[in-house]
């Protein structure tokens, strides 16, 4: 319903075949991203976790 709105409001240089090409190119590259980000490709991991130890390395190395 959203898109229907969307399309009559849009501009027709927005709706054109390559602007759309753009756009679907533009979210194949974001989901995998998005997916590697939150390391939602684990198989053996399926909850985001963080570690601590990069934050303490870091840490560790300002204060020599």
Known sequence: MAGM???????????EERSKSTITASIGLVAPMTSLVLELGSPFEGIVKVSSEPMRHALTLMNR
């Open 5 to 15: 709105r969307l399309r009559s409001t849009l501009p027709d240089t927005h709706i």
